[in-house]
């Protein structure tokens, strides 16, 4: 079984940029992979940051931003704020119908 | 404005069952695949199940065989019918759209409704 992998926890501090990456226990994150990522705070529903790789949500500040890098998707914060301290997942397509996430990254905003 | 509202959610014994639902609303709905996402408390999302806007069905191996997704594009409704509920199926329940029209279309899920939680326990 394909597992999906994410850093379990990343700091940075304020004003400063992070990359949470997400990518297969076997196997590279691609397109055809629909990687997509979502942030949540606790008690919250989940917020669409990025799907399809790239495509900035509704009302998602360009500070976000998503990529392929080498064989893993990326979740890119640019001038981190206080309010970006979440957990961030990332979802990825297996085909078949089946989409998979991963584990989550904890986001601590030093 | 896309509006996705689950209900149906409540506390049940093992082995018995439940039916949710997610109306939709702000969107064409009938031309969206839609998902049910789940997440235990204090874990991580799981994705549980899709219906397809041509009719197909998907289903994580962790409910395969006592879940079925189904949808009623004239009602704009989603639903879950969950049989056999196991203590392992409490969490909370979000509905989620898909972010691109179309039959076998993917891209990921753009809107989320705020979830339903669902207790199984005796």
């Known amino acids: 079984q394909t597992v999906v992998t994410q850093e379990p926890s990343f700091s940075v501090f304020p004003g400063g940029t992070v990359t949470l990456t997400c990518g297969l226990s076997s196997g590279s994150v691609s397109t055809s992979s629909y990687p997509s990522w979502y942030q949540q705070t606790p008690g919250q529903a989940p917020r669409t940051l990025i799907y399809s790789t790239d495509t900035r949500s509704s009302g998602v500040p360009d500070r976000f931003s998503g990529s392929i890098l080498g064989n893993k998707a990326a979740l890119t914060i640019t001038g981190a704020q206080a309010a970006d301290e979440s957990d961030y997942y990332c979802v990825l397509y297996m085909g078949g119908g089946i989409w998979v996430f991963g584990g989550g990254t904890k986001l601590t905003v030093l | 404005e896309v509006q996705l509202v689950e209900s149906g959610g409540g506390l049940e014994q093992p082995g018995g069952s439940l039916r949710l639902s997610c109306a939709a609303s702000g969107f064409t709905f009938s031309t969206y695949a839609m998902n049910w996402v789940r997440q235990a408390p204090g874990k991580g999302l799981e994705w549980v199940s899709a219906?397809?806007?041509?009719?197909?069905?998907y289903y994580a191996d962790s409910v395969k065989g006592r879940f079925t997704i189904s949808r009623d594009n004239s009602k704009n409704t989603l639903y879950l019918q969950m049989n056999s509920l196991r203590a392992e199926d409490t969490a909370v329940y979000y509905c989620?759209?898909?972010?691109?029209?179309?039959?076998?279309?993917?891209?990921?899920?753009?809107?989320w409704g705020q979830g339903t939680l669902v207790t199984v326990s005796s």
């Open positions: 219906s397809g806007s041509g009719g197909s069905s």
């Open positions: 989620a759209k898909e972010s691109i029209p179309g039959v076998g279309k993917r891209g990921g899920f753009d809107f």
